[in-house]
T-cell receptor, first 114, second 112 residues
Framework: DSGVTQTPKHLITATGQRVTLRCSPRSGDLSVYWYQQSLDQGLQFLIQYYNGEERAKGNILERFSAQQFPDLHSELNLSSLELGDSALYFC?????????????FGPGTRLTVT | GNSVTQMEGPVTLSEEAFLTINCTYTATGYPSLFWYVQYPGEGLQLLLKATKADDKGSNKGFEATYRKETTSFHLEKGSVQVSDSAVYFCALYNFGNEKLTFGTGTRLTIIP
């Protein structure tokens, strides 16, 4: 158990809908990262938050957004869903600022868009 | 930019065989290198890491040495077990880039 929790575990929804994925980082970790894992794209970094502020952006679509709340949990919002958004979405957390730090991953949310 | 190239899979070995999964990278400066493992139905777990040239990371019988001259971080294990069946990801972190760059993953299956 990494200490990172994600809910829900599975999500099935229809095209055009909007969903929210939730992540709670390990106790004491200020950074949260979101990744998308799909068969054709592999593991893609989406976005990072550090202590409530956006820190880095990767291959995140404009239809997707995220935020980190004062209690450090994070939510990833996916809207106008398309079939191609079906994937595993992982959240990770880390202690920021030290070279050689590692990220701790949650179990993931499997999103299926039908 | 940063990139990681991993040995194509899938790899199938018999129990107690020797394992090597190749990983090479492209990056400026002195990145940190990682191997993550993903067991079926689970998230990624850090397996080992190395933060500077010639460092050797090791865990659970797995080893990888950070070779700057060949820009490589190959994963090895002397005697694999069925429980090692998983997908293995090589990854790179470059300070200031604030994210992990992953390879495509190598699926390993160990048969008894």
């Amino acid at each position: 158990d990494s200490g990172v929790t994600q809910t829900p575990k599975h999500l099935i929804t229809a095209t055009g809908q909007r969903v929210t994925l939730r992540c709670s980082p390990r106790s004491g970790d200020l950074s949260v990262y979101w990744y998308q894992q799909s068969l054709d794209q592999g593991l893609q970094f989406l976005i990072q938050y550090y202590n409530g502020e956006e820190r880095a952006k990767g291959n995140i679509l404009e239809r997707f957004s995220a935020q980190q709340f004062p209690d450090l949990h994070s939510e990833l919002n996916l809207s106008s869903l398309e079939l191609g958004d079906s994937a595993l979405y992982f959240c990770a957390s880390s202690v920021e600022g030290t070279i050689g730090y590692e990220q701790y991953f949650g179990p993931g949310t499997r999103l299926t868009v039908t | 930019g940063n990139s990681v190239t991993q040995m194509e899979g899938p790899v199938t070995l018999s129990e107690e065989a020797f394992l090597t999964i190749n990983c090479t990278y492209t990056a400026t400066g002195y990145p940190s290198l990682f191997w993550y493992v993903q067991y079926p139905g689970e998230g990624l777990q850090l397996l080992l890491k190395a933060t500077k040239a010639d460092d050797k990371g090791s865990n659970k019988g797995f080893e990888a040495t950070y070779r700057k001259e060949t820009t490589s971080f190959h994963l090895e294990k002397g005697s694999v077990q069925v429980s090692d069946s998983a997908v293995y990801f090589c990854a790179l972190y470059n300070f200031g880039n604030e994210k992990l760059t992953f390879g495509t993953g190598t699926r390993l299956t160990i048969i008894p």
